[in-house]
């Protein structure tokens, strides 16, 4: 009788597609291991957002020798429409300057 123990290695290992990020209720956000706090200049803290982005995206690319098919992200609750707003402005932007379809 065969083992069924054997197919488990066969098992091709699958790469995430996207890259995530994640925005507390404090504006702190959560770009892979790094976490960005709200500075009392909120252009200052898109343009770190966007340069945390960037710098995933790119440790992605080395890694898996390909670009992310996405970015995506969560919001708390709290934040209104034109807050996550901002925030996506800023992926659409990361997006096109790396050619992320």
Known sequence: MICGTT?????????PLYIKFSVSSSHTIQVGNEVLTSSKDFDQHLAAFKKALIKEVKAYQKKHNQLPKDIRGTF?????MGTRGMYRDVV???KKELGIQ
């Open 7 to 15: 197919a488990i290695g066969a098992m091709p290992v699958r790469t």
């Open 76 to 80: 708390h609750e709290s934040h209104l």
């Open 92 to 94: 659409i932007a990361v």
